[in-house]
């Protein structure tokens, strides 16, 4: 085994990239490799995995993969590292398309490692509603911005506030049963300026950033008149990521860093 991979951050949000064009990764159980390589200390790690395929259509599709395996619908970080992979790799222009599950996504490459997307148009929001976690009532909102989130404000120390604990009691609430959600804890600290942390499904833990989630979040706090765009949002990397929303269009941007290539070895599958 010898697959040339790219290990790529979204702003904190880390990806494994893989160019399966030639249909290579074909023959392996997904279900058992990527949560091995994407683990962390003992192989590559990484919060996901993302296959880059050929197209009918447009530039190119992927298969994105949550650490666990799992696959899911769109990934705003991940979207933007696959868009600056394929342009470093002559499969894309600076302006190109590419196939999700959620529907097709634009991209630009923009100035330095910066990429811009725009994420397919966001549905099932519902504003402030009550569910129960913990023993407690909570005022949560929600929406599909590609994948299903949760959003909640909290009034106290948000870098002290305890993301897992909370983020785990509601992604797997009855309420969002059967798939389960993604869920995002924001506070204002500026004008226009917020910061998130998210606990993401399929990947089980808070992660540095989430694309996804802080679109949801800045779609909610806009609403609720909070912030208005563009909105910058502080991730748990400290990195920001800018949200703009123009009428039903929705634009995320930010860095995409190519951390290292490398070759995967059948060491990276044998613990």
């Not at 933007?80 to 634009?106: S, V």
């Not at 909102?141 to 604990?165: A, L, M, R, W």
């Not at 779609?219 to 123009?246: D, M």
């Amino acid at each position: 085994m010898n697959i040339p991979f790219y290990k790529m951050t979204g702003s904190g949000n880390d990806f494994i990239i893989i160019d399966n064009r030639d249909g290579k990764m074909n023959d392996f159980n997904l279900k058992d490799f990527i949560p091995k390589v994407c683990a962390r200390c003992v192989s590559v790690g990484a919060d996901g995995l993302i296959l880059i395929e050929n197209s009918d259509k447009v530039d190119f599709k992927w298969q994105f993969f949550n650490a666990d395996g799992s696959s899911a619908e769109m990934c705003g970080n991940g979207s933007r590292c696959a868009a600056r992979f394929a342009y470093l790799n002559g499969i894309a222009g600076k302006k190109m398309k590419f196939e999700t599950i959620a529907g097709i996504i634009e991209a630009e490459i923009m100035d330095g490692f910066n990429v811009k997307v725009q994420l397919t148009e966001p549905f099932d929001e519902k504003i402030d509603y009550e569910i129960e976690v913990l023993g407690e009532k909570l005022t949560v909102s929600s929406i599909n911005t590609g994948v299903p989130h949760v959003v909640v404000e909290v009034k106290d120390d948000i870098y002290s506030f305890d993301v897992v604990k909370y983020g785990r009691e509601i992604r797997f609430h009855d309420v969002y049963k059967p798939a389960g959600t993604n869920v995002n804890f924001f506070k204002k600290i500026g004008e226009n300026k917020l910061k998130v942390r998210t606990y993401e499904r399929g990947v089980e833990n808070e992660t540095m950033a989430c694309g996804t989630g802080s679109v949801a979040t800045s779609i909610i706090a806009v609403k609720k008149g909070i912030v208005n765009s563009p909105v910058e949002i502080e991730t748990s990397s400290g990195l920001i990521l800018k949200v703009y929303l123009e009428d039903k269009k929705v634009f995320l941007e930010g860095e995409a860093r190519v951390v290292y290539t490398g070759n995967l070895n059948k060491e990276a599958l044998e613990y």
